[in-house]
């Protein structure tokens, strides 16, 4: 049994993946992935690049493929784009963070250390990569049926189209 991909949904997967991973790894656009709105989107954009690239229309396996591929790489591209982001918002996290602590009294010096330690650190960022994997890869999966379903081309010429 062979585990080889087809050679026409690299590329498709890779641009899914991108703008699946971008759009998740932004400041404030990443908020449209609370209904996995980046994911799907993914998933579909990935399914309507290999429809184009095909005179034939795609089959629904073809589009939860691409999906899959789409939503891994997505993955990828998030946890890349994640570290330097992180790293150039750290600073201005950690003092957001200082003036919410500093005014509000009531809050325990247990949650203040926690708050101080792991704002801007490794583990939010190592803790959304494998939220992103894993949905990314069911979410995006959704994404390139429903695109597979949505932009399918129609055959022309076919016995359906007689009079």
């Not at 290999?50 to 899959?68: N, R, S, Y």
């Not at 919410?100 to 990569?129: C, D, H, K, N, W």
């Not at 494998?130 to 010429?157: D, E, N, R, Y």
């Amino acid at each position: 049994m062979s585990t080889t991909i087809k050679p026409g949904l690299l590329q498709p997967a890779l641009i899914g993946g991108a703008v699946m991973g971008t759009l998740s790894a932004l400041p404030i656009i990443s908020a449209g992935n609370c209904c996995c709105l980046w994911l799907l989107s993914g998933g579909a954009v990935a399914a309507y690049v290999l429809q184009q690239g095909q005179e034939a229309p795609i089959t629904p396996g073809d589009g939860a493929l691409v999906g899959l591929l789409a939503g891994i790489v997505g993955s990828v591209v998030y946890l890349l784009l994640s570290i330097p982001i992180t790293i150039l918002m750290a600073p201005m996290m950690r003092t957001m963070m200082e003036r919410i602590m500093s005014s509000s009294g009531g809050m325990p010096p247990e949650f203040r250390q926690y708050a101080g330690t792991y704002m801007g650190g490794a583990l939010p960022i190592v803790f959304g990569f494998i939220l992103i994997l894993v949905f990314g890869a069911i979410f995006s999966t959704l994404g390139g049926l429903l695109g597979a379903a949505v932009f399918k081309k129609q055959m022309h010429g076919s016995a359906h189209d007689a009079p």
